[in-house]
């Protein structure tokens, strides 16, 4: 069965960074795109980013273009998301998905998400 | 990319039927068929109940059913139960090769 399970988040400091993962398995993960999705705590859902199943034309949110970057590493199964100059409004559990339709360019919704990694962001 | 409009809560009794309405715009809800709600229990994942406005994932129950008209999506549950009783969450592709996601409805069984 599909398995989606996140790390590396934590507590950081305002202006800090970090590298989430999120290790994959029980799907082809080379032939689906990946989104990432956050959820301030008691907030609503907030998609972050897409890449699609060959790594290429990556997405953003409005929110944070220019401070993120997703990326994969395909022979390790793996997504990541770098997170660079956090504010405190980053502070959320954050999603990694798997896209529902394989060698799609982002326009199927997420089908299987992983429990989510908690980062928050204070000095 | 404003978020789409969800009522914040919706209640209704055993049995009931409930529709939850999702209102974007021309270049999300309006422009694509690629509409989709999920189900959100406390402390959980998210969970996709419908994709493509009406399509249910294999698994999802026949009591979840979507439809569309202009800007406005609507996620109806008949026959409600119990374990409905969740955090609802509409979604749509956008214009600019995005997500938006609405701000989700409370649903309450009384």
């Known amino acids: ?123 | 990319q404003s978020a789409l409009t969800q009522p914040a809560s919706v209640s209704g009794s055993p049995g009931q039927s409930i529709t939850i309405t999702c209102t974007g715009t021309s270049s999300d809800v309006g422009r694509y068929n690629y509409v989709s709600w999920y189900q959100q229990h406390p402390g959980k994942a998210p969970n996709l109940m419908i994709y493509d406005v009406t399509q249910r994932p294999s698994g999802v129950s026949n009591r979840f059913s979507g439809s569309k008209s202009g800007n406005t999506a609507s996620l109806t549950i008949s026959g409600l139960q119990a374990e409905d009783e969740a955090h609802y969450y509409c979604s749509s592709y956008t214009s600019s090769s995005t997500w938006v996601f609405g701000g989700g409805t409370k649903l309450t069984v009384l």
């Open chain 1, 1 to 123: 069965q599909v398995q989606l399970v996140e790390s590396g988040g934590g507590v950081v400091q305002p202006g800090g960074s970090l590298r989430l993962s999120c290790s994959a398995s029980g799907f082809t993960f080379s032939s689906y795109g990946m989104h990432w999705v956050r959820q301030a705590p008691g907030k609503g859902l907030e998609w972050v980013s897409f890449i699609p199943y060959d790594g290429n034309n990556k997405y953003y949110a409005d929110s944070v273009k220019g401070r993120f970057t997703i990326s994969r590493d395909n022979s390790k199964n793996t997504l990541y998301l770098q997170v660079n100059s956090l504010r405190p409004e980053d502070t959320a559990v954050y999603y990694c998905a798997k896209d529902r339709v394989p060698y799609s360019g982002g326009w199927h919704p997420p089908d299987y998400w992983g429990q989510g990694i908690l980062v928050t962001v204070s000095s």
